[in-house]
């Protein structure tokens, strides 16, 4: 954890509502850090219905693998996280720590094993001291409830320069449901996803079906769009827990797809993973600069996106970035390195609301003060123009700076 | 060019023969630097034959695209080639820029312009004031002669801190046939290829087809395995160039690739490709430590180079490398995130000769400290054995350090 805090960070901590159905405690475990808390236990109310999106890693965590495996249950009464080590290539020593793990908290919930979802975030390769979770399992259940939002997403951190929370409510049936949620990542992050967790709660009362296919769906426009530095985590995890309180209070229950209350709660579910997504990349370790890349005129949006990150991926571009350099034929060269459809002589190219290039070549109204402009900016948007399609994507990064180099070049010692 | 000289460039450079029927001549033309050489003309003998492989960029430069529509003619009298100015993304002037420059080579040489190579490396999206040349041109032909092998590796650096030369000698019926190269290249150095150019001459007599298959051979496992950043140039350009001048010896012309003697050649040629593309990896920007990855027991060799390129590229792995950190678990990531079948449980790493992950897990007789030995020496081999087939792959890159984000963030002004 960094003493020094992101220039990007938001400026204010949004107010958290509370979800009826879900309560959280914290504890210091000495996992791996001293002085802070490092496990979250969330509890959830009996009938939460669950859904997760996991790295597509072939080298997946011991927890992720846990995950996986409970996951057409469709059903949560628990959630335990722990930040300092991430539980990935430990071989059979991690397996039977996310046994051990699920086994201490079902002994202290009274809940079943396979509704209990583990995340663990930190170092790869050190053996998971699940017994520390027993010494606090008890303590943990009794003080339900005292953490909040906040304390729950500070507890999960590890590089994170600040806890990311988002929120957002939307009208089910006449009466208003929440959607609340916590991330954590900082660096590895790359789409298919990156070393971040990132837990979405709701009131609303959703099947798991319904749950699965809304949260697969905007984790590709969302967690799926952002990479700090190209590297995928073995251990990213999004799990969504749907409480179903609001049914209580007359909501009937989602639980057909195409029900039209399902885009509502896809878009307002968007919404609260696009703004976690954005304060992941906003917290990229050593990031000063927010980059929007939008890639439009593609041959297909896949093609799009595969452009987007290749721009977004290229040291040479967010190196320029960091030095406010507008340097737009590096921008050239990660569309050419690409390997998708694309012909330079229709390629045209913005750095905010300044086109540079046109027609495969500069702009001939191409001005280098309105450019630097731009790159001054803390967000800079850049966008492209392939003109061969109507393909498109967008996909956020952030710069490259000597202090990522700093921060990752002594992350163990 | 920069004043500090990489820490790990060779510490003499060698002896280059003579290669009968090619001269160089250098100049200042003062295409963007100033007080000191940018343009080298070499003048080949009549007859000679050229193959060239190019960037896979599909933005390719003017003079990427100029020498791929003159090399099914097979041969060459003269290259140009000037750094300060990539003459890419120039649209209608970059088309004509090379036409020009052709021109005034043609007239200054007497041969035709379809036997006039061309190469650019430097900045991306300036127009290349190709009436430069003219102003050198008949100073160039005059001067044939004048400048060394040296002198040419010189004048076509960009970023290098070095200029990069090698040479091999092979018997061919008898007589001694040389194989000569320079090359530049610091940064946006990835497979398929780097900004790199590379210019290898020969005196042995090959037929234009067997020149080209070998260069095609040879490139996949020297300079289509380096990496320093993962960005591909527009520019990218290996030439081969044979004069046959050695047949006035007696050595008969090689026209088929079954003839026994283009094993031999090939074997020289590897030499030298391999031991340029290592100097330009050694030349990456800001580089400290050059990193070999060795990959086996994978599905197929090509298999096991996307593996070793996953690794390659990895910021995380290449900070970690800068940070002297034998952080074994960002290697294992790598695997994982390369998408390549892989077995977790069978995967093994070593570190120089410390294996330090097997079967899963950490390596139980594992020793920080030896692993940390490794990492201290100037060349760290990280090896990584899939345990699940045959296919196997060698890459090379270097660390990436505060310094590659200091030259990259402040290349331009």
């Known amino acids: 954890m960094s003493t020094t805090v992101s220039p990007l960070a938001p400026k204010s901590y949004p107010d958290m509502p509370d979800i009826e159905g879900v309560t959280f405690a914290t504890a210091g475990a000495g996992i791996k850090y001293s002085g802070r808390t490092d496990v979250l236990l969330a509890s959830l109310s009996e009938g939460t219905a669950v859904a997760g999106v996991f790295t597509k890693s072939k080298c997946s965590s011991a927890p992720v693998d846990w995950c996986k495996g409970i ?36 002994s202290a919930m009274s809940c ?25 399992a008890d303590d943990l259940v009794a003080a ?8 729950a997403a ?20 006449g009466e208003t449901v929440t959607i609340n ?39 590709e426009t969302s967690f799926n769009a952002i990479t700090v530095d190209s590297d995928t985590s073995t251990s990213d995890t999004v799990l969504f827990f749907a409480t ?41 370790e050593g990031a000063r600069k927010f980059v929007q890349i939008s890639v439009e005129g593609a041959e297909s949006d896949q093609s799009a996106k595969r452009i987007a990150l290749s721009i977004a991926n290229s040291p040479l571009v967010k190196t320029a970035v960091a030095g406010e350099d507008a ?74 700076t000597k202090q990522y180099v700093e921060i990752n070049g002594d992350y163990r010692s």
């Open 71 to 106: 996951l057409s249950e469709g059903h949560a009464r628990a959630l335990l996280v722990n930040s300092g080590n991430a539980n990935a290539f430990t071989g059979k020593k991690g397996k039977a720590a996310v046994a051990r793990s699920a086994e201490i908290v079902s």
């Open 244 to 284: 179903g309180a609001a049914e209580k209070r007359g909501v009937e229950a989602v639980s057909e797809i195409d029900d039209p209350r399902t885009d509502v709660i896809r878009a307002a579910l968007a919404d609260v993973m696009t703004d976690l997504a954005h304060q992941i990349v906003k917290d990229g």
């Open 112 to 136: 079943p094993e396979n509704e209990i979802y583990l995340a663990s975030t930190g170092v790869i390769g050190e053996p998971l001291p699940a017994e520390k979770f027993a010494g606090v």
């Open 181 to 219: 949620g916590i991330a954590k990542g900082a660096g590895m992050i790359a789409p298919d996803m990156a070393t971040m967790l990132s837990f979405v709660f709701t009131d609303a009362p959703i099947a798991p079906g319904v749950l699965q296919t809304i949260l697969g769906q905007n984790t």
């Open 327 to 400: 340097n737009w034929g590096r921008v050239v060269m990660a569309v050419g390195k690409a390997g998708e459809p694309a012909d330079r002589d229709r390629l045209a190219i913005w750095f905010g609301d300044v086109r540079v290039a046109m027609e495969g070549e500069r702009d001939p109204g191409y001005s280098e003060e309105a450019a630097s402009a731009v790159m001054k900016e803390e967000t800079i948007p850049i966008r492209v123009d392939l003109g061969i399609g109507t393909g498109e994507a967008i996909v956020w990064t952030c710069d490259l």
């Open 144 to 151: 339900q409830g005292q953490a909040s939002w906040l304390d």
């Open 154 to 173: 500070k507890a999960i951190m590890t590089t994170d320069t600040y806890p990311k929370l988002a929120t957002a409510t939307v009208e089910l049936d």
